[in-house]
């Protein structure tokens, strides 16, 4: 016979269904935890608290590896589901869309211990714009492309707009550091740059 529960309460801390959590992947630390959404709580036939969780991937846990433009606590929500037992898991996470993390990122930057909510620390904040399939190894929705790389944007690195075509162009496209960025009053890419360079 199983139960199944709304919560259930570790080290002081509740956690709920819905709430993500992180799950140690390996005991010497040599794997980063996991991250998975908690979407059931039953207490099984032996008696032990197993978690029905469906995880987040990292983007070095997708099949095509970290890219250019995969920020450094980006996650994508996915279709695979798992079991794990209460004694792996070691905190909550908070997973946000993208403009939530940008408000919350720049007030807590400077203090990444500290807590966001109850049972959440600052370093445990990640953002979700996309979700993987595991099976197909694919990515939806597509994200929007800018630069003459045709490449999405890295969340965490600044882009600049060319005041001639009014493309965003990547800091590193650009060959430009987000200082650098912040002190331009104006830009010109190097593709227009050369059109007029030809038409003149
Ligand atoms: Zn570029
Ligand atoms: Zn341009």
Redesign the pocket.
């Known amino acids: 016979m199983t139960a199944s529960y709304g919560s259930f309460e570790l080290q002081g801390v509740r956690f709920f269904v819905g709430d993500v959590l992180v799950a140690r992947a390996s005991d010497d630390g040599s794997t980063l935890p996991y991250l998975g959404k908690l979407v059931a709580i039953e207490l099984d036939e032996t008696g032990s608290v197993a978690l029905d969780m469906r995880w987040y991937y990292r983007p070095e846990e997708t099949q095509e590896g970290r890219q250019f433009h995969h920020g450094k606590k980006e996650v994508f929500s996915s279709n695979h589901y798992d079991r794990v037992y209460v004694e792996s898991i070691e905190c909550k996470a908070l997973v946000l869309g993208l403009d939530h993390y940008h408000e919350l990122h720049q007030r807590l930057a400077a203090h990444s211990r500290e807590l966001v909510q109850e049972g959440v620390s600052a370093d445990h904040v990640y953002f979700c714009r996309q979700h993987y399939r595991t099976d197909t190894n694919t990515f939806a929705p597509a994200l929007d492309v800018y630069c003459s790389c045709k490449r999405p944007c890295n969340p965490d690195k600044l882009m600049i707009a060319?005041?001639?075509?009014?493309?965003w162009?990547h800091g590193e496209c650009a060959g430009l550091d987000d200082k650098g960025i912040a002190a331009l009053d104006n830009y010109?890419?190097?593709?227009?740059?050369s059109?007029k360079a030809n038409a003149s």
């Open positions: 060319c005041d001639a075509c009014d493309d162009i010109v890419c190097d593709a227009c740059k059109k």
